[in-house]
């Protein structure tokens, strides 16, 4: 029996200027499946979702919903055609209540005044019959980061999508919450909702598509089967080549304290508690991992550690000497240590400068780059010249600006800096953050490098796998607080899943 | 719902005005009258002083509620307070031979039309030519102030304006009744607008969906809102209560047109808007509080307070000003999205 598929895409072009991000894409999508969508970040499929959802205009290619072709304005009329998004970047106000966020857009009103009450009652039927609590009147700002996203879902159901589409859900979660997750989806399955689930994570992908579709630079390069799938194939079919999915590294020989921190204590800008007394020490020659679910302080340990953010309290102590509320250019000089952010626009360079000034953003008034109060720009360029061969920064000129380069490469630029002044020091904050996997290889190669050369490392992620492949200690943060250092081997998913949850087992 | 109308501020602003009305009662009432300075600073004169002088405020700190909850920010009230009142005074003039009252409300419906223009106009430059918003304000300060200069007759004279309506039966409660219930129609108005914004913006459709669009426009645009639609609807709606607040200083309160006569009142809005946190409420306390000080100056310069120099006491709702909106009462949150534009495919997001 040939079945209609619930949605159909067929030759959908996107073209945003100077990139497309769409080419000649072909989906179906079948009532009561999970169809998961792989792709590398920047591959294009968050575009083709907020195509589908009609968000975004295609510039070329039709959608057909129940085997008819539909035109999109805006979401208005996806919602109206039963089709749900939860986006990758949650699409909630924080300071509004979960009821008012659920209804917005889709109101129940009463003689011109809204109806919190009908709203909230239909959201607790909805939350019940999903096994998904939540209380409609927080606020979503108070909410931890699984329960918003159960909001998005219900936000969804509360306009009875029938075709549920997920961007990266996984992203944001804890292997426990990603377990939720998927038999929440599960349930949705049985109850003849079709799902398209987005991720660049391999596992989750076996284990719950019906079928899996790959979409390699905006254009879909195949589809696989989850039953006879397996982790290299797909990687390869996404990536366009073999990759190593581990690092290759040697055991760690930890030597002498580099950075020592005592009971450190910061407040957020909004003077919440951030850090609520983080001890921990790092040797040279060791990585140590910080895990946790993002915004349990990790940034502002990161930020406290090079001097971006006030410490109320505690110490720190670099290489022996007190650095504490130290300025950036004393860490970097005196405690030679280095700094990879966790926003490279924000911190890690200037968008508009070349790269060759980008990469002498840290010693540019030093002896050779400085004569004088001017610049000596043969010295810059030579500089630029052997730090974009050494670090595969793959780019036409080194005149362009660093803002012109694509993710991976503007990140590789960024190491190179980095990593062209002498270091006992090194604090990576998400150094892999939305770029492509070859880059992402090529990052974990030259910080295990630093390692062996006798470099401390610090390496924040909120990315389990990176965190497993490359440390050789964990420490996982909670509230504030590192809740518990572990040995790599003696780490596992799940203890480290319980952990970053804040469940600490006795 | 309350957490978003009783933020500190809010309360902080609402409290001064509570204080006042509390002060007024017992120092008219009992023997506290007999301390000269205290019926100086609480009688019923400074009272009705202070409301005259907040009810412009509180039109203003409405109009920039209005935009900024909605996304837009609007630093150019003074222009459009000042286009109503100029709109307003030409209406007046040129309508003075109709009967008093259908001259005075076709008045102030032109300085309502007028100033939802200048609103209109600051929509169109900030959302479709993707102006500055701080610059586009700016232009409607400048535009304002010299299209009146420039148009006013020195000789035109408008005449008569708008006089008090005591209602029946409350304005007889002592102290509260005179300061509260005997008032020309444009303060009652001002007072019902507070209660229809707060309203307005916190129970209805339309106000779940301006502050979605003030905080997160992405997020609105999601669930199929038209950002920029209720940018432009909301920035010329409080473009109209600027309007009206010049209409009320023209119309009601002076009875004449004098150049540059907001003298700053939009910008005094301003910090009401921010002092009461971006709620109704809270800009009517603070209003009442910048308005509590002008009316102080008066007071003291017809106790004949001497040995402080006029000029000082001049100073102070500026300085009252100031010391409210540099963070004195606690941390006051905008709009999240206020002042950048929305487009929905603009982004990598
Ligand atoms: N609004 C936009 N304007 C310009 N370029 C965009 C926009 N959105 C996405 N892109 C580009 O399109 C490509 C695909 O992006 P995206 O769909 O977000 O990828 P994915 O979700 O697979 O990570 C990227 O190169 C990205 O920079
Ligand atoms: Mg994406």
Same mark, same amino acid.
């Given at each position: 029996m040939e079945q209609i598929p619930v949605l159909e895409a067929r030759n959908i072009t996107k073209r945003f200027p100077g990139v497309i991000a769409n080419q000649n894409v072909n989906l179906t999508l079948y009532r009561g499946e999970i169809l998961a969508l792989l792709g590398e970040n920047g591959a294009g499929k968050s575009t083709l979702m907020n195509i589908i959802y009609g968000l975004y205009q295609p510039t070329e290619g039709e959608i057909l919903v129940n085997g008819k072709p539909v035109q999109m304005r805006s979401p208005k009329d996806a919602i109206a055609l039963g089709i749900g998004m939860v986006h990758q970047h949650f699409q909630l106000v924080p300071v509004m209540t979960v009821v008012d966020n659920v209804m917005l857009g889709s109101e129940s009103v009463r003689c011109a005044f809204l109806n919190r009450e009908a709203a909230a009652a239909r959201i607790t039927e909805l939350s019940e019959r999903y096994n998904m609590a939540m209380d409609p009147y927080a606020l979503v700002e108070d909410l931890p980061v699984g329960v918003r996203q159960r909001v998005e879902i219900i936000k969804a159901l509360y306009r009875q999508a029938d075709i549920l589409i997920l961007d990266e859900p996984t992203a944001v979660l804890t292997p426990q919450e990603i377990e939720g997750l998927f038999a929440v989806m599960d349930l949705l399955r049985g109850q003849g909702k079709s799902i398209i689930f987005i991720t660049h994570k391999l596992k989750e992908v076996l284990r719950v598509a019906d079928r899996i579709g790959v979409l390699r630079r905006g254009q879909v390069v195949g589809e696989a089967d989850p039953k006879t799938a397996t982790q290299s194939s797909l990687a390869s079919l996404m990536v366009g080549r073999e990759v190593i999915l581990e690092v290759e590294k040697s055991d760690a020989h930890p030597g002498k304290a580099v950075l020592e921190i005592s009971d450190l204590r910061a407040t957020t800008d909004l003077g919440d508690t951030a850090l609520a007394g983080v001890s921990l020490t790092v040797h040279a020659g060791e990585i140590v991992g910080v895990a946790g679910v993002q915004g349990n302080g990790q940034t502002e340990l990161v930020e406290v550690l090079t001097g971006l953010r006030t410490a109320k309290s505690g110490t720190i102590r670099i290489g022996g000497q007190g650095m504490t509320n130290a300025s950036p250019r004393r860490i970097t000089e005196e405690g030679q240590s280095c700094h990879i952010p966790e926003d490279r626009h924000a911190f890690g360079m200037v968008d508009g400068y070349p790269i060759t000034d980008n990469l002498v953003l840290n010693t540019y008034y030093q002896s050779p780059f400085a004569r004088g109060i001017t610049v000596n720009r043969p010295a810059i360029e030579a500089n630029a010249a052997a730090l974009v061969e050494k670090f595969d920064v793959r780019t036409p000129s080194v005149h362009l600006s660093g803002g012109s380069l694509s993710g991976g490469n503007q990140q590789k630029m960024v190491v190179a800096r980095e990593f062209s002044r002498p270091i006992q020091l090194l604090i990576a904050a998400q150094p892999t953050r939305g770029i492509d996997v070859g880059s992402i290889e090529f990052i974990h190669q030259q910080i295990v490098a630093k390692r062996d050369e006798g470099v401390a490392v610090v390496l924040v992620s909120s990315e389990l796998d990176e965190i497993l492949a490359l440390s050789d200690r964990i420490a996982v943060m909670y509230k504030g607080e590192i809740i518990d250092i572990v040995d790599r081997d003696d780490a596992t998913r799940e203890g480290l899943g319980l952990l970053m949850a804040g469940v600490k087992e006795a | 719902m309350g957490s978003t109308f009783w933020k500190r501020s809010s309360l902080i602003s609402i409290g001064i005005a509570l204080f006042l009305v509390v002060m007024a009662v017992l120092v008219n009432l009992t023997s506290l009258s007999q301390y000269t300075w205290l019926r100086v600073l609480f009688g019923v004169s400074a009272l009705n002083f202070t409301l005259r002088a907040s009810i412009p405020l509180v039109l203003g700190a409405l109009s920039g509620i209005l935009c900024e909850r909605s996304g837009i920010i609007n630093i150019g009230i003074e222009g459009m307070m000042l286009a109503g009142a100029f709109a307003g005074f030409v209406a007046k003039t040129n309508t003075n031979h109709w009967p008093l009252m259908s001259?005075?409300?076709?008045?102030?419906?032109?300085?309502?039309?007028?100033?939802?223009?200048?609103?209109?106009?600051?929509?169109?430059?900030?959302?479709?030519?993707?102006?500055?918003?701080?610059?586009?304000?700016?232009?409607?300060?400048?535009?304002?102030?010299?299209?009146?200069?420039?148009?006013?007759?020195?000789?035109?004279?408008?005449?008569?304006?708008?006089?008090?309506?005591?209602? *029946?039966? +409350?304005?007889?409660?002592?102290?509260?009744?005179?300061?509260?219930?005997?008032?020309? *129609? +444009?303060?009652?108005?001002?007072?019902?607008?507070?209660?229809?914004?707060?309203?307005?913006?916190?129970?209805?459709? %339309?106000?779940?969906?301006?502050?979605?669009?003030?905080?997160? *426009?992405?997020?609105?645009?999601?669930?199929?809102?038209?950002?920029?639609?209720?940018?432009?609807?909301?920035?010329?709606?409080?473009?109209?209560?600027?309007?009206?607040?010049?209409?009320? +200083?023209?119309?009601?309160?002076?009875?004449?047109?004098?150049?540059?006569?907001?003298?700053?009142?939009?910008?005094?809005?301003?910090?009401?808007?921010?002092?009461?946190? %971006?709620?109704?409420?809270?800009?009517?306390?603070?209003?009442?509080?910048?308005?509590?000080?002008?009316?102080?100056?008066?007071?003291?310069?017809?106790?004949?307070?001497?040995?402080?120099?006029?000029?000082?006491?001049?100073?102070? *709702?500026?300085?009252?000003?100031?010391?409210?909106?540099?963070?004195?009462?606690?941390?006051?949150?905008?709009?999240?999205?206020?002042?950048?534009?929305?487009?929905?495919?603009?982004?990598t997001e």
């Open positions: - | 001259s005075l409300i076709f008045s102030v419906l032109i300085a309502l039309a007028v100033g939802g223009l200048m609103g209109l106009l600051h929509a169109i430059l900030s959302i479709r030519f993707r102006m500055d918003q701080i610059i586009s304000g700016t232009v409607i300060i400048i535009l304002a102030a010299g299209t009146s200069s420039y148009l006013y007759d020195r000789d035109a004279i408008a005449q008569g304006k708008f006089s008090s309506v005591a209602i *029946p039966g +409350l304005s007889d409660i002592p102290v509260i009744g005179p300061v509260l219930f005997d008032n020309p *129609p +444009l303060t009652y108005l001002a007072l019902l607008l507070v209660v229809v914004v707060h309203v307005a913006l916190f129970y209805t459709r %339309w106000g779940l969906r301006t502050r979605a669009v003030g905080e997160h *426009p992405r997020a609105a645009d999601t669930v199929g809102i038209n950002v920029n639609r209720y940018r432009y609807v909301n920035t010329s709606i409080g473009g109209m209560l600027a309007g009206l607040a010049g209409g009320y +200083l023209v119309l009601e309160a002076v009875g004449q047109f004098q150049e540059g006569m907001t003298a700053g009142r939009g910008f005094i809005s301003l910090a009401a808007m921010i002092f009461g946190n %971006w709620n109704p409420f809270g800009a009517l306390g603070a209003a009442t509080l910048f308005g509590y000080t002008q009316a102080l100056q008066n007071e003291l310069l017809l106790a004949g307070v001497t040995n402080v120099p006029r000029q000082f006491i001049s100073m102070l *709702p500026y300085i009252v000003t100031i010391v409210a909106v540099s963070g004195f009462v606690g941390r006051v949150r905008p709009p999240a999205a206020e002042g950048k534009v929305y487009e929905t495919e603009g982004g």
